[in-house]
């Protein structure tokens, strides 16, 4: 059974940082691309980041420059780093795996995580 587990959300002001992580259980880590999507209230989720092993990584045009995401393969956990936040980050962050190669697709990620809140004040 797949298990995505998000952790490290919560409250900070703007300029801030944060650094959120999911550990995965039940998939083959290194063949897999991981991603972070995030959903805020009232919108879609978009797309904001995603890595596959090897250190090939892609990010959205909004978050390029701010966030960083990571892979420690040997604890199966891919991090997502935040600095310089906006209220505009504001949203619940949700960890994506899918085995293959990377996309921004949410539709072609097969399993997801519970997701974690992210609240950026002004």
């Known amino acids: 059974q797949v298990q995505l587990v998000e952790s490290g959300g919560g409250l900070v002001q703007a300029g801030g940082s944060l650094r959120l992580a999911c550990v995965a259980s039940?998939?083959?880590?290194?063949?897999?691309?991981m991603a972070w999507f995030r959903q805020a209230p009232g919108k879609e989720r978009e797309f904001v980041a995603t890595?596959?092993?090897?250190?090939?990584?892609y990010y959205a045009d909004s978050v390029k420059g701010r966030f960083t995401i990571s892979r420690d393969n040997a604890k199966n956990t891919v991090f997502l780093q935040m600095n310089s936040l906006r209220p505009e980050d504001t949203a619940v962050y949700y960890c994506?795996?899918?085995?293959?190669?990377?996309?921004?697709?949410?539709?072609?990620?097969?399993?997801w995580g519970q997701g974690t809140q992210v609240t950026v004040s002004s």
């Open positions: 994506a795996a899918r085995e293959g190669s990377v996309t921004s697709t949410e539709r072609h990620y097969d399993y």
């Open positions: 890595s596959r092993y090897g250190g090939t990584s």
């Open positions: 039940g998939i083959t880590f290194r063949r897999s691309a």
